[in-house]
């Protein structure tokens, strides 16, 4: 019997799963206690046009989507003030 796939390849995963069934795999099952996916809530952000523009031009040249990418630059910086020594 073969053993549940590491990859995060979705081809992979799929071509994996065309060819077995979940209840092959009941031994290695784990249930977990926590959430595994983080749930994510909307905002709309007013930006200027000349920001919109900036915005789009980063973001292709990153190869991400400008929601991605503001998603980051607000992580970034949230957790840049947590370890901040002046931060409270």
């Keep these: 019997m ?3 796939p590491t990859t995060d390849s979705i081809s992979e995963l799929a ?3 065309q060819a077995h069934d979940l209840t092959d ?3 290695e099952l ?3 206690s926590e959430p595994v996916f983080q749930r994510t809530e909307n905002i709309s ?3 200027a046009a000349e920001d919109i523009s900036a ?3 980063r973001a292709r040249r ?4 400008e ?3 503001v998603s980051r630059w607000v992580h970034e910086r949230l957790r840049a003030k947590e370890k901040s020594p002046t931060s409270r």
């Design 55 to 57: 915005l789009r031009t």
């Design 67 to 69: 929601a991605d990418l």
């Design 25 to 27: 795999f009941e031994d």
């Design 45 to 47: 952000v007013q930006l």
């Design 2 to 4: 073969s053993h549940l």
């Design 62 to 65: 990153e190869h991400i989507s």
């Design 15 to 17: 071509a994996f799963w």
């Design 30 to 32: 784990i249930e977990v």
